[in-house]
């Protein structure tokens, strides 16, 4: 797929999910720039960095964008010659990917142990981190059941309850409002994530600090299924999670809403919630608590405080 | 319209509020005894009695279809003679419309007051005293703005908005999820009931107590209007609120929901916000605490204990 | 029973539960009225004054003993002649009992009520009210197991667990710390109590405040049992509910608290739950939210404010 | 001690405290080592590969017996000879030891500081390291007296308040239901710990999580002393904490339940108590915060984790 | 003094204490009408309603001004002559004095009841009727001692540790912002109140509510000391309590506030402390949960809704 | 200045603010150092001592104090000539100085992204590191008006909002007590500290931790601006951090104290606000949540255990 076609996918969200969005960035960037031709290594470096750009300003939130992007745009920048900045791409691309998805594998194991005997389950949005863990933990005879929610205003949860389906589990579809409603019988609720910042608080779809909230409310734990390339750096040194405002007709039609002039639609994606209610964030190196995600960050991701603009 | 026609259309929520529920009953019971042929008194209580029989039959949870109800029946059940049976349907019938009429407007009157200058509001549902109450603060002046969500499945939000707008109040509206995103700017949340229990918790469309949940966590207060007729007095001797759960195809369609062998949709329509949520009840006869919801239905609706079966 | 052996019991805790309590005051009083021989109406009036003094002193925190001993006290303090004061002894004494037994019946039927289907329940302590409450929900098919405590230090867990057990209801017994262990699957806890204070608080068996707390931070809701006879009219007019200390050796063999001269047993038998922790207290009269216990006091037991010394 | 016999009483709680737990395991592995006859190398490590799994099986969930079995078979599989393997064993097992015991007087010394002047504690359970706290605070004056609980259903409160007394301190013991009657006036609650895992909840005796949340509504602090070597290191990639059940004759005799048919008795030996419930854990290696118990896994007990199954 | 005076030093605070306002202006107005040389009916009826007016606009969220002024115009508005408009006003006058003082002596007896022995206690601002209860519970010698707060802007706090001084009470003043620091160790809050709102919340000084959060915070129970004549019948009928602003030169000299041109001095002079803070309300007719304000405006003051304007 | 007019003026809280007394401390040492006559090794070493001890005994719970020392110390106690002991005092003492300055234009920087577009702010006390953060804030245009509290007993409040006018930042000015009236519209509450311990609780200003529980109650976050060398290592082993008590005199004239005999005047100069009520701290290293408190004293101020007495 072209560069600008992935793209536009990633900013329409027919790319969806942090990990795709990463591995396609990273796909569409390697395959730009080893499509680019005879060019002097300043030349490949600024074609290359509009490229990076182009792909970072698709989805402002979507932290393992910059994460993923960074992968491939590090040995281009610091190359010496044009042969070197074009022979990093291939590998430095196949190794994220690979990594990228041996992550999943991994906090699919690791989170399953986490989900009690017999459990029943609530997980809001579509995350594939969160399902891999369902899903493992079922192989392995423990999920009752799952609640799953609509996840309005783009239905996401109609992809989440077809896999949920497909691999054999017993689901609960209900309408995000339902949450608390069946919350005291929900022994976990396990969710994916957007973005972790450094103080542990969770960026992810619309609704779930609310739910969270609930589980809190119930005493129900909340596990988060996160890659670390989803924790975010910016925030050590201050930057706000802005929370991106997305199309109003994926809330309320055009026409309906052309009808009705006091009436501003807002439909923010993304919600932030706080690490007290949360308690534990599985990532591929192991469980953590989410107090610790500053060592995520330092640690694992390697950033140093001097590498963040 | 028949009696028939209305029960059909207050189980399709084609008539829709509690309000209008009870008078529709009410009028429809009127009509139907105003109707019937030349019956002996026995006869004519038996067919009154199968005509409320089916209309409290269509919706469990509506609390204020069997006030409604016994309000047109006393009268019937206490009748001497077949004239005097005929005779109390009108005038019983005229003066609880009119009375459940201007309910509405005097809670109008005294929730306006407990709104305060600038207002940034929020509502859930579409509940006519609630909007009543906002309508009555814009005419004050003191409205700056309205938060409406959704409202899945049903997606009653649409009236909501509608009335709001047409009445030229500055409404926003948002995702049933997105109700703690905005919370922190609310300054009171007005919400109506479907029915209020002996001890204060407020029966209401499905993802109010969640929202009741997030305004408490952050300060906002919350404020529910509610007709009188609306407390439960069965709730004192002991009857749990049943919550119904309506058609699965309001939540999926039937085709989708038919591929997914282990899917099953649950649509609980109401749940339960407890009175720890709640700062106010408005009625018609003043704003009350919802711990005085048992003085309400002792004091105000005249139910002994006796009457309760 | 002598008066002297019924005041002997219950100070032994042989005579146990405010019920019994009462109503064993009442007829030992009863009896020993109807023995005294022939007496002038002072002398009569003040051997049952010493009567009614010598009971009352046994339990100071057994709130249905002043309120069951003024019952048949009133007849007696009012009558003007030896004839009128011996013969309202009896029928006082004997409606007292009556209600009080049927108001366990009218209890358990209100109580169940209240239990929903397929509940798994937690008790503490040994109260027939609430017990009564769990055989009346199991015969109607809606307990699926109970949670019975210890209840140290002493051990009235045995008795609820027989009780349970012989009612052929799934029972499982554990120590009283095992509560929060258990607490996230229990659905509702019942419990007793000795006394409801005027602002709602409980006064129960030690542990029983520890206990409301767990539940409240689950989520799961806290039903109490009450004659309406254990509100507690005095604390109106402010005094403290003391809380009793009793021996020792019930928590500490004498001899080994012997050897240790720097150990001091405290063995408080009560302790006071708020009624924040509390959703409903199911009293013979209807069930009521414990803010209502003011109106029960006045409106029900008619306790004037002057009658209280 | 033989092998054979230390295991027994370990799984007989004969030899109790995770402390003690530890060294007994170490010393009889140590000793089992020794004894060995002239064997080939695999022949060695086999049959102490067989005595490490003996000893596993006694308590599953105390998390010491792993990592001091670890600390002697470290060794013993590393070893290419067979002279090596018998060699390290005495040196690793005795340093275990020692480390163990300096690490109590190091936690006393510490913890005794976190305990401010004329201090009113509350310890539950019996922990070698809590009360080395305790005494050391005694020993500097800063104790006015201790709140003992009397742990069902083994009674180790008993040897708790012996050791307050021997030294001479100021002790009330109660019964565990007792907890949140005295909490308001406690200035500290101190326990200790059967093991820490890697978000900084705490698994220790039955009843812990329910008085850590009395002292948290009180806002009392809580102090957890804890040897190092009780940090979990499984629990980093997911294994939950299973919780042993003991045996049911601990707390019903058999000829009593034996009459119960439809009575269980449960008896899980332990809770989880949230790190939100905990103040500061004190090790030998200073006292932090709940949330950096990670940090010591890693930094201190020096796994990695590729180190664990 | 003079009806002008009077209004003037209510307004300037030199009247202070809900109590003497209320007699102070009673008085003001008898002494006034008794004043007025011969006039007609409704001439002598208009100049008492002027009158009337001008002390109710001093002190807008003074509860017991109105109450105080309707007690002594009802006689007047509802006389049909001269002599009998005249003849009323002085003893119904007396009476509403009597009554209130004797209410302060009432609250106390009732008050130190529910103080506990040898009782750290904590007030804010300078209560009669919080003061009263004090002294008298110190009378019946079970006061340890009394935390007293400064009291900002005006240091009201100053009349309270005289008062608490010359009583012989171990007092301990505090800046207002030391109340958490101290709340730990204190048995419990004792503060008066400017009115009652029909939902139980109190409106009192500044500062209150934030004091009786650390108290909550501390499970440290609040008493509230309030006549009945301070319960606000006006909020049934939803008037929000509005909170008065006070001239800014009691917080900030006005030579320095001319110089910050940037700055504005905010000077509220009470805010409102929800009923869920609250413990109980002790008044002339007995103590009483907050939730019981409602009963208490429609019982013991006697408003009807329709007496309400 | 001379070394003992610093120390002076230290105590008196002439010099007031943990930065400028830390360099105040140095360059008072240093000059002191350069100062000193022709001296033998050891002589020197302890007059050095000396002048430390003298700067450490003005303000015990000033933590940057003792850092800033031992700045200085370091080099002088591992000196092994006088030349080198002198040579290294002004070079260590100018890095501490500029380190510490741009420490406060970092955290401005990194704290001003922390603080959102037209924010409403709160801020206690008179903190450098805070007032910076806003100003900076306010130079990026995202202010729209400042909440400033009185700070009794010293009014640092005065210093807050001069420095806030004079850079022409809209500012409130109210008093302690009016925090929680304001809270439900203050958008983040900014504030400094004199101390933070391990386990990230905050050391500041008296009333602090009370508005920091307001902020929590209304979902307000709390932003702590702290340079590194607030952290506070002795904690670690367990140091209480002991709460000075100021001259009486700041909170009462003696005068007026005299005359009251039976009350004491209680001035702690500093509370604890507890890690679950901040958000975040802002150190010039970066933003990090209050539990990687230990993280930052490990790995930015370079203690070991092993250098903690």
Redesign the interface.
């Known amino acids: 797929m072209s560069l600008e076609d992935t793209a536009k996918k990633i900013k329409a969200m027919e790319i969806r999910g942090a990990a795709l969005i990463a591995r396609s960035a990273v796909e569409a960037l390697c395959e730009y720039g080893e499509g680019l031709g005879e060019l002097a290594l300043t030349d490949f470096k600024e074609a290359m960095e509009n490229a990076a750009e182009l792909l970072l300003a698709t989805r402002p939130t979507a932290v393992s964008l910059p994460n993923a992007v960074n992968i491939v745009m590090k040995g281009v920048r610091n190359a010496d010659t044009i042969a070197e900045a074009r022979a990093g791409i291939r590998p430095s691309s196949e190794k994220f990917i690979r990594n990228s998805k041996d992550a999943l594998q991994k906090i699919a194991?690791?989170?399953?142990?986490?989900i009690?005997e017999d459990a029943t389950l609530m997980t809001h949005c579509n995350s594939q981190a969160a399902i891999a863990c369902i899903i493992e933990a079922h192989r392995q005879g423990k999920v009752r059941e799952v609640?799953a929610t609509?996840?309005?205003?783009r239905n996401q949860g109609?992809l989440t309850?077809?896999a949920?389906?497909d691999a054999?589990?017993?689901?609960?579809?209900?309408?995000?409002?339902?949450?608390?409603?069946?919350?005291?019988k929900i022994?976990l609720l396990v969710i994916g994530t957007d973005a972790v910042t450094?103080?542990?608080a969770v960026v992810n779809?619309?609704?779930t600090?609310?739910?969270a909230?609930?589980a809190r409310?119930?005493?129900t734990p909340v596990m988060v299924a996160a890659e670390t390339f989803k924790f975010a750096p910016r925030?050590?040194?201050?930057?706000?999670i802005e929370?991106e405002e997305r199309d109003t007709a994926e809330?309320?039609d055009r026409p309906?809403a052309a009808q009705?002039?006091?009436?501003?639609?807002?439909?923010?994606a993304f919600?932030v919630t706080?690490?007290?209610f949360i308690?534990?964030i599985?990532t591929e190196?192991?469980?953590?608590?989410p107090?610790?995600?500053?060592?995520i960050i330092r640690d694992h991701l390697g950033w140093n405080?001097e590498d963040i603009r």
């Open positions: 194991e690791i989170g399953a142990r986490h009690p609640f609509e996840v309005r205003p109609l309850i077809r949920l389906n054999g589990i017993k689901t609960n579809f209900i309408v995000d409002s339902g949450a608390r409603f069946f919350m005291k022994d450094v103080n542990g779809k619309i609704g600090s609310q739910i909230l609930a409310e119930a005493r925030t050590i040194t201050g930057d706000l929370i809330v309320l309906i009705l002039e006091n009436v501003t639609v807002r439909n923010p919600d706080p690490a007290d308690d534990l599985v190196k192991g469980a953590i608590p107090e610790m995600a500053y060592i405080l």
